[in-house]
């Protein structure tokens, strides 16, 4: 989207409703464009056009009335504009979502009950705000800050709450002791590596050669031609939660600059003391827009470590459903890198141990964040895990959106179902599973599978078994 004169905005404004028009995920893309949008956007006046009442026709008695414009578009768009709105909240003036609200809640006879939904969780989103400092607060942190003799552990108590932005001739121009004392310098960024996989029994035994590969890594040094760029972004990420508009051209260079001079391993170090895992669901599509903008595309090692740093803590860590933005962030991830997403986040959501906010979050992922030439990207992952409720349905999913599985990944879960069929002789889920493979992949059966399937069906509990057993007996006349 380019700048455009003043006269001409009513043209970008048809234009970007077509584009919210086109489909339910189109939302995402309107904030991809903006993203690349110079100048200041016309929210006021698309605020105040959506507000306009115009007479408008009763369906029922042809009896004239005044809507708003906005409640003359097709109740899709409706939903659409709105879900845009609350994806680019931290964009858009307050006082004009306030408007639209009040507009939408004024006419409540005539608007879609889901919309009024979106208008009040978007209304929420505007009155969050920072609570403000005093002296009967700052008084009790300074005394916790200081433990005896010691230094104050939280540099930033005495700063003001709206954090001014620093310059990067200030931060090159100040001592090696100050440096010290503010935090790590640039060039010990890469101290550690955070390990990407959970700890194994082998790996626990080799600690002393752990410690020596951190001793190793501390030699590893910052390429120079990034190391302004690197200050520039710790400046960014710091006043990310006061104004996300400061992510401007000059944020997308210096990414772009450090994701091209460095290798993995320099990459994971600095994002990580960059503090990129710590960014809120917003912060993080709005990250996710610049990576999808840049070019060329990221390497494989690279989309993994990013994968592993953006999203796998925080779905991890879910306890409450997936916010709309994270989701969103996902999906902007998965248009370039889809496997990397899928190699780390699938694996250890589906573990035993987690609960089902994270299998739902995984259901959500196929249906919502990936395309449907990506989903084959999903069975290796699944494989790797023990057949269980969580990973049925998953499987489950895949299979009914026809989802393609090579050869060898198909042998394989059916040598899983075969082996889990005792523990799951009671799950209907898994008969299901059975019954969409005898239907939907006959043209991978070969006659070598259909022993494992009669052991599978041989176990089963449920109410189904004799539907699956006559879906065999035709399977089985088929191929032989």
């Given at each position: ?41 016309f929210w006021k006046k698309i605020m105040e056009m959506l507000c306009t009442e115009k007479p408008s026709s009763e369906e029922s008695d042809g009896k004239l009335t005044l809507k708003p414009a906005l409640l003359l578009l097709p109740v899709n768009l409706q939903r659409n504009i709105f879900r845009f ?349 059975l019954m969409a493979i005898m239907r939907k992949n006959q043209s991978l059966i070969l006659p070598s599978h259909l022993v494992l399937l009669s052991n599978a069906i041989h176990c089963n509990q449920t109410f189904l078994k004799k539907s699956l057993q006559g879906a065999f007996k035709r399977l089985q006349?088929?191929?032989?």
């Open positions: 989207m380019e700048c455009t004169p003043a006269s001409n905005w009513e043209e970008d404004f048809q234009r970007f409703l077509r584009v919210l028009d086109s489909g339910p995920l189109e939302s995402i893309t309107a904030l991809s464009g903006l993203q690349s949008f110079q100048g200041p956007f709105l609350n994806l680019s909240i931290s964009l858009v003036p307050h006082n004009c979502v306030r408007l639209l609200v009040k507009t939408v809640n004024a006419k409540k006879g005539y608007v879609d009950a889901w919309l009024l939904t979106l208008s009040r969780m978007l209304l929420a989103e505007t009155k969050i705000q920072k609570s403000p400092s005093s002296q009967l607060i700052m008084k009790p942190l300074q005394s916790l800050c200081h433990f005896g003799n010691e230094r104050p552990k939280l540099g930033w108590l005495k700063q003001d709450a709206r954090t001014t932005k620093r310059t990067w001739t200030e931060d090159l121009d100040e001592s090696p002791l100050k440096r010290k004392e503010e935090g790590p310098y640039i060039n010990k960024l890469c101290l550690e590596i955070p390990i990407m996989e959970n700890e194994t029994p082998s790996t626990a035994c080799n600690k002393q050669k752990v410690k020596t590969s951190v001793k190793a890594e501390r030699t590893l040094q910052v390429p120079e031609t990034i190391k302004l760029h690197i200050t520039r972004l710790r400046e960014l990420f710091h006043v990310e939660g006061e104004s996300l508009q400061s992510w401007d051209d000059t944020f997308h260079v210096d990414l772009k600059e450090l994701c091209q001079s460095c290798n993995p391993e320099q990459l994971q170090c600095i994002l990580s003391s960059l503090g990129v895992e710590q960014l809120s669901s917003q912060s993080l599509l709005q990250f996710c827009c610049q990576l999808h903008s840049m070019s060329p595309d990221l390497s494989f090692s690279q989309s993994l470590v990013l994968a592993n740093l953006l999203f796998r803590k925080k779905v991890l860590s879910l306890t409450l459903s997936a916010s709309r933005p994270l989701l969103a962030a996902l999906s902007m991830f998965c248009m370039k890198y889809a496997r990397s997403a899928c190699n780390i986040l699938i694996e250890p959501l589906l573990q035993a141990e987690t609960g089902s906010l994270q299998i739902d979050f995984v259901c959500r992922m196929m249906t919502e964040c990936l395309q449907l030439e990506q989903l084959s990207l999903c069975f290796g992952p699944i494989l790797k895990v023990p057949l269980c409720e969580g990973s049925l349905s998953v499987l489950y999913i895949l299979l009914e959106k026809q989802a393609v599985i090579s050869c060898s990944e198909f042998e394989l879960l059916l040598i899983s179902l075969c082996q889990s069929a005792d523990n799951l002789s009671k799950s209907v889920l898994f008969s299901k599973l006349q088929n191929i032989t």
